[in-house]
C-alpha cells in the first residue's frame, strides 16, 4: 500500500507541475475539460483492446495512461475549485461501500441490489427517469445494449433469443422496403432501428456487441490484408484486378482460415 501510494503522489506532483502556468508544459497548460475527454474515450478503448488481445505485459502501462486522463480532469478541476483527485477517490469509494451493504454491512446479498442502489442514487440526483443516467457519449453500439439492459429490469423486454431474433428479421425487411423507396431519411431512420435491435440481440445473448464488432473488424482487417499479400506475390495490386478477382481471393483466405483451425 505504502508503494501504491507514493507513486500515485508522484503521478499527482507530475500533473501538477505540468499544469503550472509559469514553468508546466505549454501544450498541457492549455488543455481543458473538452479537449482531453476524446484521450480519455480512446485510453479506454486501448485498455479493452490490450485486454481482447491478452497483452498483459502491455496492460500496466495502458492502465497508467487511462489513470493520466483521471489524474488529469481532477488537476484541472482543482485549479478551478471544483474538486480534487481525493474527491474522486472519496466518492468512487463511498459508493463501492454504500452499493455492497452485503460486504460492508449487515444486509443479506440479495439479487437486484447493486441496480436498487443506482435507482436510489438517481433520484438523489433529481434523475429518477430509468434511462435518465445512461451517458449520451458512450459509443452508440453500447449505448444501445445499456439502454434495452436498463428497460429491461422493467420488464420491457422479450422473453426469449428467439423473439429477438425475429424482431431483427422484422427491422430488416422495414429496411428493405425503404431501401426500395430511396427514401434516405426513412432508410437512415429504419438502418438505425436494425442496429439497437441488434444490440438487444447481442444482450440476450449476454454478448457485448461492440466486442461484436471489434472482432468482425479485426477479421475483415485480416483477411482483407491477406488478399493483398497474395496478389502482391503475384507481382499485382488491388488496382490490377476487378471485384471478382478479389472475391475469389477473399473466399481462398477463408478456406485457409477453415483448413488450419484445429479439427475435433
Not at 154 to 174: H, Q, S
Not at 216 to 226: E, I, L, Q, V
Not at 241 to 255: F, L, N, S
Request: glycine share 6%; aromatic share 6%; proline share 4%.
Amino acid at each position: 500500500m505504502h508503494d501504491a501510494s507514493s507513486a500515485l503522489a508522484r503521478l499527482l506532483d507530475i500533473m501538477a507541475r505540468l499544469r503550472d502556468p509559469q514553468t508546466g508544459c505549454p501544450w498541457d497548460r492549455e488543455q481543458d475539460f473538452a479537449s482531453i475527454a476524446p484521450y480519455s474515450i480512446e485510453e479506454a478503448y486501448e485498455v479493452a483492446d490490450t485486454i481482447a488481445r491478452e497483452d498483459w505485459d502491455s496492460l500496466p502501462d495502458e492502465l497508467g495512461d487511462l489513470l493520466l486522463q483521471v489524474v488529469y480532469h481532477a488537476q484541472m478541476a482543482d485549479e478551478k475549485g471544483m474538486f480534487d483527485f481525493a474527491t474522486v477517490a472519496r466518492m468512487i469509494g463511498d459508493k463501492m461501500v454504500r452499493r455492497h451493504p452485503h460486504v460492508f454491512g449487515d444486509a443479506p446479498a440479495e439479487a437486484g441490489q447493486w441496480e436498487t442502489g443506482k435507482a436510489q442514487e438517481r433520484l438523489a440526483r433529481n434523475r429518477a427517469g430509468t434511462l435518465d443516467d445512461v451517458p449520451v457519449g458512450l459509443p452508440a453500439l453500447l449505448r444501445a445494449r445499456k439502454l434495452s439492459a436498463r428497460a429491461a429490469r422493467t420488464g420491457f423486454d422479450w422473453d426469449t433469443v428467439g423473439e429477438v431474433a425475429a424482431k431483427v428479421d422484422e427491422e430488416l425487411d422495414e429496411l428493405k422496403v425503404e431501401l426500395e423507396s430511396g427514401d434516405r431519411a426513412k432508410i437512415f431512420d429504419e438502418l438505425g432501428d436494425v442496429l439497437f435491435t441488434l444490440a438487444t440481440l447481442a444482450r440476450k445473448l449476454d454478448m457485448d456487441p461492440e466486442a461484436c464488432l471489434r472482432q468482425a473488424n479485426a477479421k475483415f482487417t485480416r483477411r482483407f490484408t491477406a488478399v493483398e499479400h497474395d496478389l502482391a506475390a503475384r507481382g499485382l495490386t488491388l488496382a490490377d484486378v476487378d471485384v471478382k478477382t478479389m472475391e475469389e481471393g477473399w473466399q481462398a483466405v477463408k478456406r485457409r482460415e477453415r483448413a488450419a483451425q484445429p479439427q475435433e
